[in-house]
């Protein structure tokens, strides 16, 4: 295991339609993290898991976004009802548990996603 | 407010120059800590440092240095020599103490990043 791996890494799909990105983090690592990233601009936090339990879900995560971590191993980011702004980097993070996590976080190459 | 700003949006220079990535943060907490990380075209996210609040001892690593003034609020990175090999976007970022308990232990909060081309 070398590192967070996500997929797909590019998708486009037309306004309306669901997508799913999956995450895989590295094994030992129990917490992960999905952020945003539009062209120019720094990653934005969307979600947190630690384990299986969601803890943190950030305003930017709408109704039509969801995210799982069943089994407290990888994830899933659902987008239904695509929109044009709904069209970023989706990256994904992880890290282990440790007291005072200092915030290091080991991310993947991202998800594009490309609304048309 | 927390906020983190880069005020650099985008800096070249020819190889083997010196470059100095500035960084700007805000936060109300008395304890926090600061990071930088480095986006190759390749898209991943790398870390290259963290820095306690409370230490305010420059650090220096091969090429890299940074220092810290806390007075200043300023967290800025230097590349000495700089190689085509540096040429990505950098990211700093902030973490607020408090934000281990009860509150937000995910949320860093990155600056909108500044992209270095390093031309041969």
């Known amino acids: 295991d070398t590192g967070v791996s996500q997929d797909p890494r590019h998708k486009i799909t037309k306004r309306g339609q669901n997508v799913t990105f999956r995450c895989d983090p590295i094994?030992?690592?129990?917490?992960l993290y999905w952020y945003r990233q539009t062209l120019g601009q720094g990653p934005e936090f969307l979600t947190y898991?630690?384990?299986?339990?969601?803890?943190?879900k950030s305003r930017l995560l709408s109704d039509r976004f969801s995210a799982e971590r069943p089994k407290g191993s990888f994830s899933t980011l659902e987008i239904q009802r695509t929109e044009q702004g709904d069209s970023a980097m989706y990256l994904c993070?992880?890290?282990?548990?440790?007291?005072?996590?200092?915030?290091?976080?080991?991310f993947g190459e991202g998800s594009r996603l490309t609304v048309l | 407010a927390q906020k983190v700003t880069q005020a650099q949006t985008e800096i070249s220079v020819v190889e083997k120059e010196d470059v100095t990535l500035d960084c700007v943060y805000e936060?109300?907490?008395?304890?926090?800590?600061l990071f930088w990380y480095k986006q190759p075209p390749s898209g991943e996210l790398v870390f290259l440092i963290r820095?306690?609040?409370?230490?305010?001892q420059n650090e220096i690593s091969g090429r890299y240095s940074w220092n810290f003034q806390k007075s200043t609020s300023s967290f800025n990175f230097t590349i000495t020599a700089s190689q085509v090999v540096d040429s990505a976007v950098y990211f700093c970022?902030?973490?607020?103490?408090?934000?281990?308990?009860?509150?937000?232990?995910?949320?860093?909060?990155f600056g909108k990043g500044t992209k270095l081309s390093v031309k041969p």
């Open positions: 936060t109300r907490d008395t304890t926090y800590y």
């Open positions: 970022a902030l973490r607020p103490f408090l934000m281990n308990y009860g509150g937000s232990q995910g949320n860093l909060i």
């Open positions: 993070a992880s890290s282990p548990e440790v007291l005072l996590n200092t915030g290091e976080l080991f």
């Open positions: 820095r306690n609040s409370f230490d305010e």
């Open positions: 094994s030992e690592h129990n917490r």
């Open positions: 898991f630690q384990n299986e339990a969601q803890l943190e």
